[in-house]
């Protein structure tokens, strides 16, 4: 059911102004920055001394660098995305508005896995910690 209703919230997105797609990639950016924040935020939890020492807490440790790298890609490519929409706002030849949605569908896709995998992250974080 929520595969459906996803889809429909997507197909609509881009079927919408190029603005409004802008922006979704803005708020992207935004939350990519405050899960970086977030990252720190773990790291200095699980480097308190009785974290480090259990092998979990290594692994999570390990998971929360990753993730801090993944999201330095993913950023990476919502601002090249958001280079592309400048390129195609200013005319530039051989690029079509198809290019921009395409690329905006295969990013939201990618922030809706990243989210789903952030939250679990989480999860086994806080989980962890709570039981020490």
């Given at each position: 059911?929520?595969?459906k209703t996803s889809n429909q919230k997507t197909d609509?997105?881009?079927?919408?102004?190029?603005?409004?797609?802008?922006r979704e990639s803005m708020e992207w950016l935004d939350t990519i920055y405050f899960w970086k924040d977030e990252t720190k935020f773990f790291a200095d939890l699980?480097?308190?001394k009785?974290?480090?020492?259990?092998?979990?807490?290594k692994m999570l440790s390990?998971?929360?660098?990753?993730?801090?790298?993944?999201f330095d890609y993913l950023a990476d490519d919502?601002?090249?995305h958001e280079k592309l929409l400048a390129r195609l706002e200013k005319g530039e030849k051989g690029l079509a508005d198809a290019d921009y949605r395409d690329r905006h569908k295969e990013l939201k896709k990618c922030m809706d896995i990243f989210t789903s995998d952030f939250r679990e992250l989480k999860k086994m974080v806080f989980g962890y910690v709570k039981r020490l």
């Amino acid at each position: 059911m929520n595969k459906k209703t996803s889809n429909q919230k997507t197909d609509f997105l881009l079927g919408v102004g190029l603005d409004i797609l802008h922006r979704e990639s803005m708020e992207w950016l935004d939350t990519i920055y405050f899960w970086k924040d977030e990252t720190k935020f773990f790291a200095d939890l699980l480097q308190k001394k009785e974290v480090r020492e259990l092998e979990y807490g290594k692994m999570l440790s390990y998971l929360d660098k990753i993730h801090e790298n993944l999201f330095d890609y993913l950023a990476d490519d919502i601002i090249s995305h958001e280079k592309l929409l400048a390129r195609l706002e200013k005319g530039e030849k051989g690029l079509a508005d198809a290019d921009y949605r395409d690329r905006h569908k295969e990013l939201k896709k990618c922030m809706d896995i990243f989210t789903s995998d952030f939250r679990e992250l989480k999860k086994m974080v806080f989980g962890y910690v709570k039981r020490l």
